[in-house]
């Protein structure tokens, strides 16, 4: 998280850790992406310069600027206090985490359906902590898309290859989707997926055992679903609670869907972190 008291403030993140993280690829190609200080736009090349906007002018609806200038202002993330993990598996399943910590966590799924154009820009300048479980066919297929989310501040974990219910199923095919997709996800971005997402949440022991073999330390379901602006709880107080799990996908409306969880978690007096910082 960062350091600074409010979480609307630009990151300043310096440029060269971010050209390196972008570099990350398996063929070794190097998709290089300039983000200066104080500019926060990602795109492939440096953007021309632009007038400074009227200090008294709002932001057209719907746009960049607007979705900024509608999130709420956080209060610090305190230090993350890992969760202890066994030291053997099968893999730890949650539906939330197992933390006291005034922190909630922000996940997006699938990534085949639709991934609107302003999300990483709005990570970005937002400064907001996601996770992607990603199917591996869609990473593979639009691999910048997700790389720019990640050099925003996303990382990337596992979400199968076929996007198929698991339970039931032999440990074999658990093992083919799991260690497959985690497979390709670590050739793409240069790092082994260490949590995994079961399609549709469903799930079963050999499921939690394969995903351990696969390199998975926890699987997560989730505790909100957020679609088309609206936070829909499972829980009858209708409150995002400490360590609690959003659930939204890559579909079109996902810009409202994460503008609605900053709200929601900042009604809870609580502030969005990253769940890898607490499975380690």
Not at 6 to 25: G, K, M
Not at 144 to 171: C, K, P, W
Request: charged share 20%; with cysteine.
């Amino acid at each position: 998280m960062s350091a600074t008291p409010a979480r609307r403030i630009l990151a300043v993140v310096p440029v060269l850790a971010l050209l390196v993280l972008s570099a990350c690829t398996a063929g070794g190609t190097v998709h290089a992406r300039q983000i200066t200080v104080g500019q926060p736009a990602l795109s492939a090349a440096p953007a021309a310069p632009s007038a400074s906007p009227s200090p008294t002018a709002k932001p057209t609806p719907g746009s960049l600027d607007w979705y900024v200038s509608q999130v709420p202002t956080f209060p610090e993330a305190p230090p993350p206090q890992p969760v202890p993990l066994p030291a053997t598996g099968p893999a730890q399943f949650w539906h939330r985490l197992p933390t006291d910590q005034k922190v909630a966590f922000i996940t997006i799924d699938d990534g085949g359906l639709a991934r609107p154009p302003e999300v990483a820009d709005f990570v970005w300048r937002a400064h907001i902590p996601v996770t992607m479980f990603l199917n591996s066919p869609a990473a593979e297929e639009h691999t910048d898309y997700f790389r720019q989310i990640m050099v925003a501040g996303g990382v990337v974990e596992n979400h199968t290859i076929t996007h198929t219910s698991l339970a039931g199923r032999s440990y074999d095919r658990q093992k083919h989707e799991i260690c497959g997709a985690a497979d390709k996800l670590q050739a793409l971005y240069g790092k082994r997926p260490t949590l995994f997402r079961p399609p549709f949440g469903e799930h079963d022991s050999t499921t939690l055992t394969a995903a351990y073999d696969c390199g998975a330390k926890a699987v997560f379901h989730w505790t909100e679903t957020v679609h088309e602006g609206k936070v829909r709880y499972q829980t009858p107080e209708k409150v995002v609670h400490p360590g609690d799990v959003l659930l939204m996908h890559f579909r079109p409306a996902l810009m409202d869907d994460l503008l609605a969880a900053l709200k929601a978690i900042h009604r809870a007096g609580l502030t969005p972190a990253l769940l890898e910082d607490y499975v380690r």
